[in-house]
């Protein structure tokens, strides 16, 4: 429970006001462990993935949300109820994952952080097709 709370921790310092100019310097970054250990405890943690529906279908992170760059918008009721936001793409060299977090951020949204290394870190199953967790 006490790294839950400095992950949590980790993820406010990382929030910013509507408007503001965001940059990687922004990101909070977190690991496939930490992404495990976030997704084991009590507590909503909102998994985003920005990939395109082709590769969101052939497999995502079990109860992710597809929601790609141009879907995102502000008070989005997939995100209503999130404490924490963590958004992925394909791997480390995506900059899908980065442009997805710091756009939510800039939209309001506080507590995201950044999945480096996506799917291709992921060590976990992963659901195949669209489990209507995702946008239309």
């Not at 992950?7 to 977190?30: E, F, K, M, Q, Y």
């Not at 495990?36 to 497999?59: C, H, I, K, S, T």
């Not at 992170?61 to 958004?87: S, T, W, Y």
């Not at 710091?102 to 659901?127: H, I, S």
Request: net charge negative.
């Amino acid at each position: 429970m006490r790294t839950l709370t400095l992950l949590l921790a980790l993820l406010s310092l990382a929030a910013c006001n509507p408007g503001r100019h965001t940059s990687d310097r922004d990101l909070v970054i977190l690991d496939a462990s930490e992404i495990a250990f976030l997704l084991d405890e009590p507590g909503r943690v909102v998994l985003v993935d920005v990939r395109p529906r082709e590769q969101y279908e052939a497999g995502h992170l079990p109860g992710a949300v597809h929601m790609p760059l141009p879907a995102m918008i502000a008070e989005d009721e997939q995100l209503a109820e999130a404490r924490a936001i963590v958004v992925y793409g394909q791997g480390d060299g995506s900059r899908l994952a980065a442009a997805g977090a710091k756009k939510l951020m800039r939209l309001g949204y506080e507590d995201v952080a950044e999945f480096r290394g996506g799917v291709e870190a992921w060590d976990g199953p992963l659901v195949v097709g669209d489990d209507g967790s995702g946008q239309p």
